[in-house]
């Protein structure tokens, strides 16, 4: 059974910061890309950031600057690290992962739970 858990979540003063962290677990043969999406209430879930196999990255336009997605291969995990949040940055976030497990099951679209972030001013 694969598992994506997210933690780090919680409530931040703006200006502050957080790490989010998201462990991939099961029987995991391959992560491929990893991302962290977002879902503000009343709002569509949107890309806050990916990061491919090789470690491309790539962010949205509102977190340039401010956030930092990264992954250890070894331990099957991606962070997020948020700095300089504002109240703008509060939402649910969601881990996402494309993978291929052991059985040779392949999920171009895996998500956690999700772990809340709130940001106030």
């Known amino acids: 059974q694969v598992q994506l858990v997210e933690s780090g979540g919680g409530l931040v003063q703006a200006g502050g910061s957080l790490r989010l962290s998201c462990v991939a677990s099961?029987?995991?043969?391959?992560?491929?890309?990893l991302a962290w999406y977002r879902e503000a209430p009343g709002q569509q879930r949107e890309l806050v950031a990916s990061i491919s196999s090789g470690g491309s990255t790539n962010y949205a336009d509102s977190v340039k600057g401010r956030f930092t997605i990264s992954r250890d291969n070894a331990k099957n995990t991606v962070y997020l690290q948020m700095n300089s949040l504002t109240p703008e940055d509060s939402a649910v976030y969601y881990c996402n992962a494309e993978l291929t497990t052991y059985s040779g099951s392949y999920y171009p679209d895996f998500w956690g739970q999700g772990t809340q972030v709130t940001v106030s001013s």
């Open positions: 099961g029987s995991i043969f391959n992560l491929h890309g």
